[in-house]
């Protein structure tokens, strides 16, 4: 088994196992820890009531953008753009690093259903190498995350030889 810290460890600084996934609200956390493992958890982010009170507005948010991505009135390059971003900070800023393959898995599958391939390739390849690192070579999501980046490679190349038919039979006329 390959153990991945998800942020750097201080010398001496107590290392912990997170027992509910971290994208989820510190209430939903408590919960779930409760009902499957019968304790409270005394972590940094769940027991500092500022700390839940940021963290929980931010993964709202997350949760917002990730809903409005799903729209069909965002999907400019722009505001796709403006949104991913925002994702990355709200990524960074709560230490969400393992799921940032995820997301980026949906982000690509935003890319190519506008259309632009060549970007959801970009985001499907990194998304898929952070599955990968986070989830295993042998995971579910990692697989399904390869075979997307595959699909989107047959695609610009089927895309590619189109046009080079097309330019083809222009040159013919």
Same mark, same amino acid.
Not at 85 to 94: N, V
């Given at each position: 088994?390959?153990?991945?810290?998800?942020?750097?460890?201080?010398?001496?600084?107590?290392?912990?196992?997170?027992?509910?996934?971290?994208?989820?609200?510190?209430?939903?956390? #408590?919960?779930?820890?409760?009902?499957?493992?019968?304790?409270?958890?005394?972590?940094? *982010?769940?027991?500092?009531?500022?700390?839940?009170? *940021?963290?929980?507005?931010?993964?709202?948010?997350?949760?917002?953008?990730?809903?409005? *991505?799903?729209?069909?009135?965002?999907?400019?390059?722009?505001?796709?753009?403006?949104?991913?971003?925002?994702?990355?900070?709200?990524?960074?800023?709560?230490?969400?690093?393992?799921?940032?393959?995820?997301?980026?898995?949906?982000?690509?599958?935003?890319?190519?259903?506008?259309?632009?391939?060549?970007?959801? *390739?970009?985001?499907?390849?990194?998304?898929?190498?952070?599955?990968?690192?986070?989830?295993?070579?042998?995971?579910?999501?990692?697989?399904? #995350?390869?075979?997307?980046?595959?699909?989107?490679?047959?695609?610009?190349?089927?895309?590619?030889?189109?046009?080079?038919?097309?330019?083809?039979?222009?040159?013919?006329?």
């Amino acid at each position: 088994m390959d153990v991945i810290a998800y942020r750097d460890i201080q010398p001496g600084e107590e290392i912990t196992v997170s027992y509910a996934p971290l994208n989820i609200l510190a209430e939903d956390r #408590a919960d779930m820890i409760l009902s499957h493992w019968s304790f409270q958890c005394k972590c940094p *982010l769940c027991s500092s009531e500022s700390e839940i009170y *940021l963290s929980d507005m931010q993964r709202r948010q997350l949760d917002r953008i990730i809903e409005e *991505l799903d729209l069909p009135e965002v999907r400019t390059p722009q505001l796709v753009a403006n949104l991913v971003e925002e994702l990355e900070e709200i990524i960074d800023a709560e230490g969400l690093a393992a799921q940032r393959g995820d997301i980026y898995g949906i982000v690509s599958k935003v890319y190519s259903e506008m259309g632009d391939l060549r970007e959801a *390739l970009r985001y499907a390849q990194v998304g898929s190498g952070l599955q990968e690192h986070f989830k295993g070579w042998d995971d579910r999501r990692t697989w399904n #995350a390869k075979r997307f980046v595959e699909y989107l490679k047959m695609k610009i190349r089927m895309e590619e030889q189109e046009k080079k038919n097309k330019n083809k039979k222009n040159k013919k006329q």
